[in-house]
């Protein structure tokens, strides 16, 4: 089976996969006593880096799946990958219904110095969807999370991408194993990897998974089936166990309604919202709606291309209706939002709220004149449009399944650009009237709006 095939096989499309979480475990009521998450074993860092011989016999010889081609010197981090063995239940009714071996592995991006840390952990579900584990939150993040002192840690925790990892590396992953053998089926034991993984990292004095940094909040987050399966584990699995997370951050994806005192911040694309209907805020939790972004748009597609081509041979393409992938920059509103997360937790500031994306009462997008939804977070991509960005797209070949979630791009005409913005200051400046508001509400951070001024004046628009 080819990379392309394996990728768009392994999963039918984000539904399904969702739909998996549902039998994760059953409700009932709580036992006296929490059960207590145990702290697995490590071993590591592995040796070997990028590139290499994924094929080599010899372990030296190889790499991480999917190391980072970010420049880690240039912020003085390190990239080291363990591995985490332990027991791992299985949860009927609340109860541990059997305990079962686990090996799987655990990439983590961190400061190379302990002066340079922020003291916070944000632990990634890694997203199997594609068929192979993906980093999906670190990738449009990178530069924000190094800039920020975030350690980032991935967490292997679905057979489909621990499956992936033997195939593609026998010699450095082969014996990774999170069914017991085969005997346990469904992620069961997930749900405990990815706790345990979080736990080492509460080792006083820095274990060896934290390289000997010590946090002062960890973080959960996970990106759309992910996302899914955390919300699994928080309403599910969490209300029976010791709790190991600080903080909770749903993207792109499902979010709990469970009642907990464990903060829950949702961030969602204009995608994910189609026959939806918002949530409110409260004091544990945070809607933000993103406009004119896609479920997975290009800032993770253009930033992938290297490590894809690297390690799977290339990026598939996609034969959708309409131009994929929407330039709106998602991840700008999600960097912003994990600072949020860790101010709520550290000290009880509440993030700010946002209004919702306006839709229909059957829950369509509604829209402007000119195609773009209405409400929203609105990012000066969108407020101060150079193209349409939306969050809708289609495909009809099979190999185009994802295309749904890609969101849609479509630049504008010399014409429409001159019609908008008759002069270089008309459109810079409403770019900086749009950067000021979202960088005074809190939806962007000031680095990334410097960013955005910087490619507006190079965008050369209005002559």
């Given amino acids: 089976m080819t990379a392309s095939a394996r990728r768009l096989g392994a999963t039918a499309s984000l539904g399904l996969a969702l739909a998996l979480t549902a039998s994760a475990a059953s409700a ?15 071993e590591g860092p592995l040796p070997g880096e990028a590139p290499g011989d994924p094929g080599s ?6 790499y991480p799946f999917f190391a980072t081609d970010a420049d880690l010197d240039a912020h003085g981090y390190v990239e080291e990958e363990f591995l985490v063995s332990g027991t791992a239940n299985r949860y009927s009714d609340g109860a541990v219904a059997s305990e079962h ?6 990439l983590v991006r961190r400061p190379a110095q302990e002066r340079d840390s922020n003291a916070t952990a944000l632990v990634e579900w890694q997203n199997v969807t594609a068929g192979n584990d993906l980093d999906a939150l670190w990738v449009p993040s990178a530069d924000h999370i190094m800039r920020s002192g975030y350690t980032w840690v991935g967490v292997s925790a679905q057979n489909v991408g621990v499956s992936q990892l033997t195939e593609w590396s026998p010699a450095r992953y082969g014996d990774l194993d999170v069914t017991d053998g085969g005997a346990v089926a469904g992620d069961q034991l997930s749900y405990d990897v990815f706790a345990q993984a979080a736990q080492a990292l509460r080792v006083p004095g820095g274990g060896p998974l ?32 010791e709790p190991v997370f600080d903080g909770y951050g749903f993207m792109v994806g499902p979010a709990p309604e469970g009642d907990r005192p464990e903060p829950v911040f949702q961030v969602l694309s204009e995608t994910d919202v189609v026959g939806t209907v918002p949530r409110e805020d409260t004091d544990t939790f945070r809607l933000w709606e993103v406009a004119g972004t896609g479920h997975s748009g290009w800032e993770g597609r253009a930033a992938r291309a290297g490590v894809e081509e690297r390690d799977l041979g290339g990026q598939t393409e996609f034969d959708c209706t309409l131009p994929p992938f929407s330039r ?15 101010a709520w937790t550290a000290r009880g500031t509440l993030p700010p709220s946002a209004e919702p994306i306006e839709r229909s009462a059957s829950g369509e997008v509604l829209r402007a004149d000119d195609g773009h939804a209405l409400g929203g977070i609105r990012l000066s991509q969108v407020e101060v449009p150079t193209a349409l960005n939306t969050g809708e797209n289609s495909g009809a070949a099979p190999e185009s399944a994802f295309c749904r979630l890609f969101g849609s791009h479509e630049p504008y005409s010399e014409a429409e650009l001159s019609e908008r913005y008759p002069n270089r200051g008309s459109y810079l400046s409403e770019v ?32």
């Fill in 28 to 42: 009932a009521p709580a036992p006296a006593e929490p059960i207590p998450v145990p702290v697995p074993q490590v």
């Fill in 210 to 241: 934290a390289g000997g940094l010590e946090y002062e909040q960890v973080l959960a987050i996970g990106a759309s089936q992910s996302a899914g399966r955390m919300t699994a584990y928080y309403e599910q699995v969490l209300p029976y166990t």
């Fill in 101 to 106: 071996p686990y090996l799987t592995r655990v």
């Fill in 432 to 463: 900086v009237r749009a950067e000021k508001e979202n960088v005074r509400s809190g939806y962007v951070t000031r680095e990334d709006s410097r960013k955005n001024w910087q490619e507006a004046r190079e965008a050369g628009i209005g002559g």
């Fill in 328 to 342: 709106a920059p998602l991840g700008q509103t999600l960097s912003a939002s994990y600072d949020h997360l860790r």
């Fill in 57 to 62: 016999d010899r372990i030296e010889d190889t």
